[in-house]
Structure formats: structure tokens, C-alpha cells
């Protein structure tokens, strides 16, 4: 009889997988996050059958912290900027808690090699705060229907990554970690708002 396979050791792995993939890109080896792990290179492989795997679990494993964090409490029926608001702060504290897994997750969004299977079981419970961004940028002049999602939340991510770095370089300042998170929201939401009525 198979010994049962211990959720401790599978969730090692992510982690060591997210930390090598932050550092190392997608080439990096599943010798090395077993090594970061602390297991056997073969105890990876009783875990996720191969590295695509490993990857696509990994993609999975991100996006539900990241949807916990950006999703849980939000304010149902409040005005859009404070939706918005709790959104934006949400990601902020998960991508300033897990560095590496905020950068991996960066690697993978763009990565062929996260299967569209993956990729639609990644985006549930995100549906309120994508509708919401369409709503938003429907009133926008010139924004197309088709990309407009897509627009606003690589907006997002890049002035929230703009934010985190710089919080990241000064991080006994908290006075001006507030000052970047407030003034990274300001910038998203102008721009999430340029050209509407």
C-alpha cells in the first residue's frame, strides 16, 4: 500500500518552486526546488508527475492566495473606487508577503506553458472585480470592449509593481510605504477613468 503523500511536503514544494521560478525563470530545475525544498529530487516527482505540472499547480496554488487576499471581505454594493480601493490593497499585501510568489506568478501569467484549463480555473473568483473594471472602462472613451480587461489589469500590475519596489527599497519607512500605495491607487484609478465622461 502507497504511503498517503503529505500536504506539508506538496506545499513545500510550491514554495520552493515559486522562490526558484522568482530567481530563476521557468528554466529552473526541479533538482533545484527539491533542493529548496528540503526533499529527494524523486520525492517531487511522487508529487507532480512532471515539471509542467509542477508549474500548472504552482499557477493554481498563487492565484488562490492571491484571489483570498484581493477578494475576501470586498465590499459588496459599496461605490466602485472603494471596490477598487479593496482590491488594489489586497494586492499589495500579498505581493509585499510573498515576494517570490508575486514574481513567479508574473513569470507564469506570460508562460505558454500554463494550460488554458489552468488558466480558466485561475480566474474564478475574480469575476466581481473583473466586471467591474469593464464597467469602468466601458465609460472611457476609445477603450475597446475586447481588450479592455486585459488593459486595466496590466495597468494594475505594473503600477502595483512600481509600488512594491519601491516600498521594498525603503522598508522601515512605513510612512512612505503608505504615501506609494496611496499615490500607485490615485495614478491607476486616473488612468482607469481617462477619457470617460
Not at 506538496?10 to 528540503?38: D, F, K, P, W, Y
Not at 516527482?45 to 470586498?74: C, I, P
Not at 496590466?154 to 510612512?175: H, N
Request: aromatic share 8%; glycine share 8%.
Amino acid at each position: 500500500m502507497a504511503r498517503p503523500l503529505s500536504e506539508e511536503k506538496r506545499h513545500a514544494l510550491l514554495e520552493a518552486a515559486a522562490q526558484a521560478v522568482a530567481t530563476e525563470g521557468l528554466t529552473a530545475t526541479t533538482a533545484r526546488i527539491s533542493r529548496l525544498a528540503g526533499v529527494a529530487e524523486g520525492t517531487l516527482f511522487t508529487y507532480f508527475e512532471n515539471k509542467e505540472q509542477l508549474f500548472n499547480e504552482l499557477y493554481l496554488h498563487l492565484k488562490a492566495g492571491l484571489r483570498e487576499s484581493m477578494v475576501d471581505g470586498f465590499p459588496d454594493g459599496s461605490a466602485d473606487r472603494e471596490q477598487v480601493r479593496h482590491a488594489w490593497d489586497g494586492y499589495l499585501a500579498w505581493g509585499l508577503a510573498h515576494p517570490h510568489g508575486q514574481r513567479a506568478l508574473q513569470q507564469l501569467l506570460v508562460s505558454d506553458r500554463i494550460g488554458p484549463e489552468h488558466r480558466a480555473a485561475g480566474a474564478q473568483g475574480f469575476d466581481q472585480l473583473d466586471a467591474l473594471l469593464k464597467s469602468r472602462l466601458a465609460a472611457a472613451r476609445g477603450a475597446s470592449p475586447a481588450v479592455a480587461p486585459e488593459f486595466a489589469g496590466a495597468l494594475f500590475m505594473s503600477i502595483a509593481q512600481t509600488v512594491m519596489d519601491a516600498i521594498a527599497r525603503q522598508p522601515e519607512a512605513a510612512e512612505a510605504a503608505e504615501a506609494y500605495r496611496e499615490r500607485g491607487f490615485q495614478a491607476f484609478w486616473a488612468a482607469l477613468n481617462a477619457g470617460g465622461d
